[in-house]
T-cell receptor, first 113, second 113 residues
Framework: DAGVIQSPRHEVTEMGQEVTLRCKPI?????LFWYRQTMMRGLELLIY????????DSGMPEDRFSAKMPNASFSTLKIQPSEPRDSAVYFC???????????FGQGTRLTVV | GNSVTQMEGPVTLSEEAFLTINCTYT??????LFWYVQYPGEGLQLLLK?????DKGSNKGFEATYRKETTSFHLEKGSVQVSDSAVYFC????????????FGKGTSLLVTP
């Protein structure tokens, strides 16, 4: 589904560097979610926004993680400083207005070395 | 809280075999239930959904019935194809979680010719 565009698709960075992941919803929505996928922990919710307002960030693992949604068409997830254990695939997803199902972007595969 | 338990994989089947992937859930209120599929290197795609008890979701030959009495949503397909090889995730969402998804750990399916 082309409802969500994520960039970059792949990111390799050194430990300690700042990483910014981007999400661009291209269809109408009222909620936006950031998930992380690892082999050990599966898919975990990090944070979600309703109408651009952060509602629940209890899944954000540490203060090193932050997320913003300055407008309905753009969201970022930032990790500063990054650590090897942050290596994962990060997904952005949206719920369309009036719907309960989520539509996912292709994900960003992050590798921290 | 909400949770989803699905059978561990990997599952290996021959083409045209019958598929069942078990999924049970724990939730407060009246959740909606989903199966998502993830092909290698891709994001998650909605396969099917059911929003109330006794609903049957179906798509591409896959089916699952929302069973409130057994809190289950098992995925079935009568005759699998090689192209069905993927990871399958059972998930639920509800209004009291802001429609964020709770996922099972995923079941890897490999279909051999």
């Amino acid at each position: 589904d082309a409802g969500v565009i994520q960039s970059p698709r792949h990111e390799v960075t050194e430990m300690g560097q700042e990483v910014t992941l981007r999400c661009k919803p291209i269809s109408g929505h009222n909620s936006l979610f950031w998930y992380r996928q690892t082999m050990m922990r599966g898919l975990e919710l990090l944070i979600y926004f309703n109408n651009n307002v952060p509602i629940d960030d209890s899944g954000m693992p540490e203060d090193r993680f932050s997320a913003k949604m300055p407008n309905a068409s753009f969201s970022t997830l930032k990790i500063q400083p990054s650590e090897p254990r942050d290596s994962a695939v990060y997904f952005c997803a949206i719920n369309r207005q009036g719907g309960t199902e989520a539509f996912f972007g292709q994900g960003t595969r992050l590798t921290v070395v | 809280g909400n949770s989803v338990t699905q059978m561990e994989g990997p599952v290996t089947l021959s083409e045209e075999a019958f598929l069942t992937i078990n999924c049970t859930y724990t939730a407060t209120g009246y959740p909606s239930l989903f199966w998502y599929v993830q092909y290698p290197g891709e994001g998650l795609q909605l396969l099917l959904k059911a929003t109330k008890a006794d609903d049957k979701g179906s798509n591409k030959g896959f089916e699952a019935t929302y069973r409130k009495e057994t809190t289950s949503f098992h995925l079935e397909k009568g005759s699998v194809q090689v192209s069905d090889s993927a990871v399958y995730f059972c998930a639920l969402t509800s209004s009291n979680s802001g429609y964020a998804l709770n996922f099972g750990k995923g079941t890897s399916l490999l279909v051999t010719p």
